[in-house]
């Protein structure tokens, strides 16, 4: 008399290799969606960097004198070139730490939105009591903030220009 039978699986059998299924497969999607949202933040945090530094180097490319935001300027017209001049305000002079700010936006590859704020300082020195004339040194200062998930990042980047005259 012969009991076993090799013609199939067992429901033991089937049983094992659901359970093994219904562990695996999930931890296996979230790793990949992990993976996934890892990428993107990254890739947008790069073009951050990038947007903020190829607006330093368009500074850095200029005449001490051609960096400012009036609308003759390079330094303006070239921004205007490359991103959108969200012109609402004009030019802000934040009063309490000097910057004469204009904001900018572009978006990415993936239709990502990133908001580009570029701000100029003069320095004077400190016994110079007219400010009209030319400074020493101009501070660039750079912040792109963009979307990661539901929150907002932002990258803050400055360089220094001295007056060569």
């Known amino acids: 008399m012969n009991l076993r039978n090799n013609k199939g699986y067992t429901g033991i059998d089937i049983s094992v290799a659901m359970i093994i299924i219904l562990i695996f497969v999930p931890t296996i999607f979230g790793i990949v969606y992990n993976m996934q949202k890892t990428k993107a933040r990254t890739e947008r945090e790069t073009n951050a960097v990038n947007i903020a530094t190829d607006v330093l180097e368009i500074a850095k490319s200029l005449k001490y004198q051609d960096i400012s935001f009036e609308d003759?300027?390079?330094?303006?017209?070239?921004?205007?070139?490359?991103?959108?001049?969200?012109?609402?305000?004009?030019?802000?002079?934040?009063?309490?730490?000097?910057?004469?700010?204009?904001?900018?936006?572009?978006?990415?590859?993936?239709?990502?939105?990133?908001?580009?704020?570029?701000?100029?300082?003069?320095?004077?020195?400190?016994?110079?009591?007219n400010t009209d004339t030319e400074g020493y040194v101009k501070q660039v200062k750079v912040i792109v903030?963009?979307?990661?998930?539901?929150?907002?990042?932002?990258?803050?980047?400055?360089?220094?220009?001295?007056?060569?005259n």
Do not use: A, C, W
Not at 113 to 126: A, D, S
């Open 72 to 129: 003759t300027s390079d330094f303006k017209n070239m921004l205007n070139n490359k991103y959108t001049n969200t012109d609402n305000n004009s030019s802000i002079d934040i009063s309490e730490n000097g910057y004469t700010y204009e904001y900018f936006t572009t978006t990415g590859k993936n239709n990502e939105h990133y908001r580009i704020q570029v701000g100029i300082l003069k320095y004077f020195p400190e016994n110079e009591e």
């Open 145 to 164: 903030t963009y979307p990661v998930g539901n929150t907002t990042k932002s990258i803050n980047i400055s360089t220094i220009i001295q007056n060569k």
